[in-house]
């Protein structure tokens, strides 16, 4: 029998990562086939299964680490390493209670999701989704006889507001301030020094609802903001705003904001991440013409993943070794 430490995985590395590769050589290495299975999630009744008797666990979302889970695997369990940036899918307070550390992905991510959050910014301000479908509907020149057909929202000389000035927040608003924006408001629990790179002006939540032309939710999520864009927040938005979430979906009352969109109490949103994940394609959310909904494709690029991956495969042999380890979450 090996005595080799054993690891879960409950989604695959590419082989090209040095992360498997450092992996294969230290760890026998038990990996979730969603091939196999016709799941592209593990299960929630085989994960539990799955994780009995592991020494280190490398998970990516949506992946629910809770009592449970940590009962199932046992209490060798020596590390968790997740492949994210969010955190709000794992019990912190759990794991601090057991003494298991746990590592997470900052910074690694945080050009790519900015990107992205600036691709799905533009795509939902000049209508990408109802430009497509025109054209795959047949629709393109046959509607044409108003001068204002599909036209949608500058950003420049615009008002933005950031939720979440934090590392992914920032790397939007550097990316902002090259299309001409007119003021750049952010909210959070404190004004930030670096907001002054981007002469950011820190005001409170309801002042930069009323006054943004794009609200743009990049914060980290707490017990206290759940559901913080409500049918009160939207409410106070401009009836030319348009919303735009690359947190995550349980920052947003999906309900709410449907009512706001469909009513044109705002003009229209672009979601990255939404609740639950993936978001049911009868969802009537997409249903909408001015919804525009990507798969959580914030982090989505070759060379972030990669560097996602690795440095899961580092937080997890370093609490393997009994080692700091270099990406740790700070546990209550």
């Not at 690359?246 to 229209?268: C, E, N, P, T, W």
């Not at 009868?282 to 001015?290: M, V």
């Amino acid at each position: 029998m090996s005595t080799r430490p054993r690891i879960y995985l409950t989604q695959k590395i590419p082989e090209e990562c040095e992360g498997w590769r450092l992996l294969r050589e230290s760890c026998d290495v038990k990996v979730y086939d969603e091939i196999e299975t016709g799941h592209m999630i593990v299960p929630r009744d085989q994960l539990l299964r799955d994780v009995r008797g592991v020494d280190a666990l490398y998970l990516a979302l949506p992946v629910q680490v809770d009592a449970e889970l940590l009962d199932a695997a046992g209490p060798q369990l020596k590390v968790i390493a997740t492949k994210s940036v969010g955190l709000n899918h794992i019990d912190l307070a759990e794991c601090a209670r057991r003494n298991i550390p746990v590592g997470y992905t900052p910074d690694v991510l945080t050009d790519a999701v900015a990107e992205a959050t600036i691709a799905l910014t533009l795509a939902t301000a000049r209508r990408h989704k109802e430009g497509i479908q025109a054209v795959h509907g047949g629709q393109w020149g046959k509607t044409w006889e108003s001068s204002l057909y599909l036209c949608g929202k500058d950003i420049c000389n615009s008002v933005v507001g950031i939720v979440g000035l934090g590392r992914i927040g920032l790397g939007v608003a550097k990316r902002l301030r090259a299309f001409g924006i007119s003021r750049l408001l952010y909210c959070g629990r404190a004004s930030k020094p670096h907001a002054a790179e981007v002469n950011g002006e820190y005001v409170s939540f309801d002042e930069l609802l009323k006054m943004s032309d794009f609200v743009i939710a990049c914060c980290s999520i707490t017990p206290e903001n759940h559901h913080l864009f409500n049918a009160d927040a939207f409410g106070k938005m401009k009836k030319s705003a348009i919303f735009i979430n690359a947190s995550r979906g349980i920052l947003v009352d999906q309900d709410a904001l449907y009512v706001a969109l469909a009513s044109g109490q705002i003009f229209a949103a672009g979601l990255d991440v939404t609740t639950p994940e993936p978001l049911p394609p009868d969802h009537r959310l997409l249903t909408l013409p001015n919804c525009t909904v990507h798969p959580h494709l914030g982090s989505a690029t070759v060379t972030a993943r990669h560097a996602m991956a690795d440095l899961s495969a580092r937080n997890a042999l370093a609490g393997l070794r009994g080692e700091p380890l270099p990406a740790p979450v700070p546990l209550i």
